[in-house]
T-cell receptor, first 114, second 113 residues
Framework: GDSVTQMEGPVTLSEEAFLTINCTYTATGYPSLFWYVQYPGEGLQLLLKATKADDKGSNKGFEATYRKETTSFHLEKGSVQVSDSAVYFCALTLITGGGNKLTFGTGTQLKVEL | NAGVTQTPKFQVLKTGQSMTLQCAQDMNHEYMSWYRQDPGMGLRLIHYSVGAGITDQGEVPNGYNVSRSTTEDFPLRLLSAAPSQTSVYFC????????????FGPGTRLTVL
């Protein structure tokens, strides 16, 4: 079946450090790929998305490129801030008769320290 | 727009009790779903609906029932709560067609003793 694998956390960085969170996927078709962010005590919010190969999603300084050849969608940010501390989820969805179902990775907790 | 709302925010149940988690959205989305979030397991799909009167099972449906009588509401029922159902529950909605964003509610934290 479809699946998403993320690097395990927690990831602890100093403010202004470079961030990479790895995400790879397995899917039978051509999925759309997403990064969602969950701040403490809140629900999930969409951070960025890409719907086809070589698309780059970007938002709030975060970027991820849909790499079909390596089945990857790694999240990057050049300079993290304390306010970026959250849990990040990689996810995919495929168009099926069952609608818009998301398959999530297990999440990666990011802690940014001063 | 309120987006996706969930009630209650917190709930404690005893084993064997029943309850309903409420979810409502005001964006006229066809697709609604329930996920549970457990440590180290990400979010797993419980049930989903592609429109009023249509529901189907997700990855972990056992112990849960749903119905969809209106576009706006998608309640999740626990028939006889078990400690294994201790979790955080999220409701989400989106347009059924295409591959767009799903909008999540703030969650319900459920503890079953």
């Amino acid at each position: 079946g479809d699946s998403v694998t993320q690097m395990e956390g927690p990831v602890t960085l100093s403010e202004e450090a470079f961030l990479t969170i790895n995400c790879t996927y397995t899917a039978t078709g051509y999925p759309s790929l997403f990064w969602y962010v969950q701040y403490p005590g809140e629900g999930l919010q969409l951070l960025l998305k890409a719907t086809k190969a070589d698309d780059k999603g970007s938002n709030k300084g975060f970027e991820a490129t849909y790499r079909k050849e390596t089945t990857s969608f790694h999240l990057e940010k050049g300079s993290v801030q304390v306010s970026d501390s959250a849990v990040y989820f990689c996810a995919l969805t495929l168009i099926t008769g069952g609608g818009n179902k998301l398959t999530f990775g297990t999440g990666t907790q990011l802690k940014v320290e001063l | 727009n309120a987006g996706v709302t969930q009630t209650p925010k917190f709930q404690v149940l005893k084993t064997g009790q029943s309850m309903t988690l409420q979810c409502a959205q005001d964006m006229n989305h066809e697709y609604m779903s329930w996920y549970r979030q457990d440590p180290g397991m990400g979010l797993r799909l419980i049930h989903y609906s592609v429109g009023a009167g249509i529901t189907d099972q997700g990855e972990v449906p056992n112990g849960y029932n749903v119905s969809r009588s209106t576009t706006e509401d998608f309640p999740l029922r626990l028939l006889s709560a078990a400690p294994s159902q201790t979790s955080v529950y999220f409701c989400a909605s989106s347009y059924a067609r295409g591959r767009g964003e799903q909008f999540f509610g703030p969650g319900t934290r459920l503890t079953v003793l």
